[in-house]
């Protein structure tokens, strides 16, 4: 696999797009854990520091909505927008976007 196809397929993981390929838990051999459980862990580390970024851009609306409804939200938002930036100070511009729809719906409630 090239190195082009084996970020995006890591991208869609963490994003929770997709499950991993053989091919990809391949390239992470370690000694003490499971190539699975390294990638589990990357994973997780990924979505509490976009979900922590995006608590922090919008501590309002976490504190109104609440700990767990927002972190399912943010869920959400993290499945359909990566990051494409070195920074996060722009991460989470359309999350309004989402709210908004959400609250129309009233399915985060």
């Not at 696999?1 to 997709?18: H, V």
């Not at 979505?47 to 959400?76: D, E, K, M, W």
Request: charged share 10%; aromatic share 10%.
């Amino acid at each position: 696999m090239s190195l082009i196809k084996d970020q995006q397929q890591l991208c869609n993981y963490l994003s929770g797009k997709q499950t991993v390929a053989a091919s990809l838990l391949n390239s992470f051999r370690l000694q003490c854990i499971s190539a699975e459980q390294g990638l589990q862990i990357y994973q997780s580390n990924h979505l509490a520091t976009l979900t922590h970024a995006l608590r922090q851009i919008y501590p309002v609306c976490a504190a109104i909505i609440g700990s767990n409804p927002f972190t399912n939200i943010c869920r959400q938002y993290i499945a359909s927008h990566p990051t494409g930036g070195w920074s996060l100070d722009l991460y989470g511009e359309d999350f309004h976007l989402l709210l908004n729809e959400l609250c129309d719906h009233q399915e985060a409630f």
